[in-house]
């Protein structure tokens, strides 16, 4: 494990690659392909830097020339997207990391309070000793992703990261919050910390409801 216990490690990834992209997604003209084909190339930019400290392990390989040491994943990590908008980031996970097995979190947050309702949830239930890796393109208050890792600490998860494209600053004050009560380790890696959230909880300037926007308008 890495990172501090009841501390979040916050990363931006700051590349040119997904500056272009963001700014893509961003826009209220990219359609619904083009904004799900822009979510996984983004979430694998940012894999990439929130899988830094996977845990590997040295194994003894044969090329075809000569036996050498190598280095191998040493355990599966496990991915939690958060459903609907977390399911638009699965694919560019697991396109990086193919031996992840995937948990799955449903929750909606009411419009009027903003408070989230989970309505579905697959998870193992021991994680103790795993890496789990939250999938959820929006942090904006911060009530679904907090309630997620406090789901997965509930469960024994000690080690968790958070890999959102766009966060608002009350969300992260909201998952340092959880983090320290729950006293976890947790790397929270965005693509942008966006300004602020408006009256309906949107961040601002953001890219609207990213669920709405992946799958088409809400019912
Ligand atoms: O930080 P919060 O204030 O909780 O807001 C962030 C959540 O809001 C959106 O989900 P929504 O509830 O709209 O459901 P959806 O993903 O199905 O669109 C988004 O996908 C995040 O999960
Ligand atoms: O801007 C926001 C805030 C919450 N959820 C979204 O999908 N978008
Ligand atoms: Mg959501």
Do not use: W
Request: charged content about 20%.
């Amino acid at each position: 494990m890495y990172g501090t216990l009841g501390a979040v490690e916050l990363r931006v990834v700051d590349h040119p690659l997904v500056a272009h992209k963001l700014t893509h997604l961003r826009e209220e003209s990219t359609p619904s392909p083009t904004f799900r084909l822009l979510v996984a190339e983004l979430v694998t930019l940012l894999a990439y830097e929130a899988t830094r400290q996977v845990r590997v392990a040295p194994v003894e390989i044969t090329t075809p020339v000569a036996p050498t040491t190598g280095t191998k994943l040493s355990e599966k990590p496990l991915a939690v997207p958060i459903l609907r908008a977390g399911l638009g980031m699965l694919e560019g996970f697991t396109r990086l990391l193919p031996t992840a097995e995937v948990g799955f979190v449903g929750m909606a947050r009411d419009e009027r309070t903003l408070k989230p309702t989970t309505y579905a949830e697959r998870l193992p239930h021991d994680l103790s000793g795993r890496q789990c890796y939250v999938l959820d393109p929006m942090l904006a208050t911060g009530g679904s992703l907090a309630g997620c890792v406090n789901f997965l600490a509930e469960r024994g998860a000690d080690d968790v990261t958070c890999i959102c494209i766009l966060a608002a600053p009350e969300g992260i004050e909201r998952v340092r919050a959880l983090v320290d009560e729950a006293g976890i380790a947790c790397t929270l890696v965005v693509a942008s910390i966006d300004e602020r959230l408006n009256e309906r909880g949107y961040i601002v300037p953001g890219l609207g409801d990213a669920g709405d926007r992946l799958y088409g308008l809400a019912e």
